[in-house]
T-cell receptor, first 116, second 109 residues
Framework: EAGVAQSPRYKIIEKRQSVAFWCNPISGHATLYWYQQILGQGPKLLIQFQNNGVVDDSQLPKDRFSAERLKGVDSTLKIQPAKLEDSAVYLC??????????????FGPGTRLTVL | KQEVTQIPAALSVPEGENLVLNCSFTDSAIYNLQWFRQDPGKGLTSLLLIQSSQREQTSGRLNASLDKSSGRSTLYIAASQPGDSATYLCAVIGGKLIFGQGTELSVKP
């Protein structure tokens, strides 16, 4: 079974530029998550989708971050414009469904963003 | 608000030692608790998931316990090896995954 795919793996941009990340979850997984992991910290949930609907985006900085999952499969996360403090690893995860008993999440390799 | 704390932040042990990593959480109303491993520059690999009705899970040299009433979980690693060197993260699942900050483990040959 293929895992969660993310691209690109690395990205370096200058502040005020825009950047987009892509995630393809495990086939059949209804729930998709985007996390931000700043160096030395645990991942922080940015947004959670159930199929193509947003379940939780309470910690997404909506003035500069946006995410979509139009067809309920793959997803993109965009930052526009980027700030220095956005430098982090952006992790995508998926799970079968939000109401499942285990709700075990499977993570992709992440995209390491450096903002100069 | 759920808060997850991991102690110690970093740990260095000689190869072959048994060790325990600690995780505490403030709200016992959780569904499950999950332990992950993260290698430098990589994503998260799930190690063990303990459902709220369980008290422990074992996989190879790893054993994770869960005590909901006291808000604690431990990850026990037996006979540590240099390949175990990584950051270990615990996360509680109560609707969403809330992570601790991780314990960076170094196993010296």
């Amino acid at each position: 079974e293929a895992g969660v795919a993310q691209s690109p793996r690395y990205k370096i941009i200058e502040k005020r530029q825009s950047v987009a990340f892509w995630c393809n979850p495990i086939s059949g997984h209804a729930t998709l998550y985007w996390y931000q992991q700043i160096l030395g910290q645990g991942p922080k949930l940015l947004i959670q989708f159930q199929n193509n609907g947003v379940v939780d985006d309470s910690q997404l900085p909506k003035d500069r971050f946006s995410a979509e999952r139009l067809k309920g499969v793959d997803s993109t996360l965009k930052i526009q414009p980027a700030k220095l403090e956005d430098s982090a690893v952006y992790l995508c995860a998926s799970s079968l469904q939000i109401t499942s008993g285990s709700n075990e999440q499977f993570f992709g390799p992440g995209t390491r963003l450096t903002v100069l | 608000k759920q808060e997850v704390t991991q102690i110690p932040a970093a740990l260095s042990v000689p190869e072959g030692e048994n060790l325990v990593l600690n995780c505490s959480f403030t709200d016992s109303a959780i569904y499950n608790l999950q332990w992950f491993r993260q290698d430098p520059g990589k994503g998260l690999t799930s190690l063990l998931l303990i459902q709220s009705s369980q008290r422990e899970q074992t996989s190879g040299r790893l054993n994770a316990s869960l005590d909901k009433s006291s808000g604690r979980s431990t990850l026990y690693i037996a006979a540590s090896q240099p390949g175990d060197s990584a950051t270990y993260l615990c996360a509680v699942i109560g609707g969403k995954l809330i992570f601790g900050q991780g314990t960076e483990l170094s196993v010296k040959p």
